[in-house]
């Protein structure tokens, strides 16, 4: 493996009020635009349901991990300008409840469900943890607990699947009424896009 050297110059040299700035705990009160747009060629929230869970099932099998399954199902529904490969990478290690553990971590499904609240929630940081209290609490109603090693105790590998559809679902749900996807084949922001190129 070859290791590159990075100069540590390119980070002083920044402004150190950008450096500061990004450390403020008070940023996180400011409300802000999603990571990605969402947006659906589907009219409504059961047909977009539908598509999460078509997109969940492909990557049963698939040696994907339940996080990533997740992850890669809604970011698939929804529009991502990251691969496949780097939404597997950033969200794999939390299967089987961080590491393959299945003991008292999160169901990693419901660890890559949360990760794309992140990735397509708007808003400031306790609308996410909104939205991310939903899924959870759904999520806990439906399989009886949060912990992988609670669920997949009682299941084994047989209600993977389960969790997995119900975390993206339920996300989807949460996204949808939040105002977070675009149900129109062109979104508004792609529209402006758009009639810049036709000029």
């Known amino acids: 493996m070859i290791y590159k050297t990075i100069p540590l ?6 402004p150190a009020t950008v450096v500061a700035g990004n450390l403020n705990a008070d940023s996180l009160k400011y409300t802000h635009p999603s990571v990605f ?3 659906t060629q589907h009219e409504s929230l059961d047909s ?12 049963f099998g698939k040696h994907y991990g339940c996080s990533a399954v997740a992850l890669s199902a809604i970011a698939s529904t929804l529009g991502t300008n990251f691969t496949e490969q ?32 992140g990735f397509y929630a708007s808003g400031d940081k306790e609308q996410h943890m909104k939205l991310a209290a939903e899924v959870y609490d759904e999520f ?13 105790g009682k299941f084994k590998n047989k209600h993977c699947s389960g969790c997995m559809l119900c975390a993206v679902q339920k996300t989807i749900e ?21 009639a810049d190129v036709s000029k």
């Not at 977009?48 to 990557?59: F, Y």
């Not at 794999?92 to 299945?102: E, L, N, Q, R, T």
């Not at 806990?140 to 997949?152: D, E, F, L, N, T």
């Open 86 to 117: 780097q939404l597997r990478s950033l969200s794999d290690a939390f299967s089987g409840g961080i590491g393959h553990k299945f003991a008292d971590g999160t169901c990693g499904a419901l660890s890559g469900a949360i990760m794309a609240i």
């Open 48 to 59: 977009l349901i539908q598509e999460a869970k078509r997109q969940t099932e492909a990557r």
């Open 174 to 194: 949460v996204l949808f009424n939040a105002g977070d996807i675009q149900t129109k084949t062109i979104a508004p922001w792609q529209q402006s896009i758009n």
């Open 9 to 14: 110059l390119t980070l002083a040299s920044l």
């Open 37 to 39: 747009n969402a947006t």
């Open 140 to 152: 806990k109603k439906q399989q009886g607990a949060v912990a992988c090693g609670k669920i997949y």
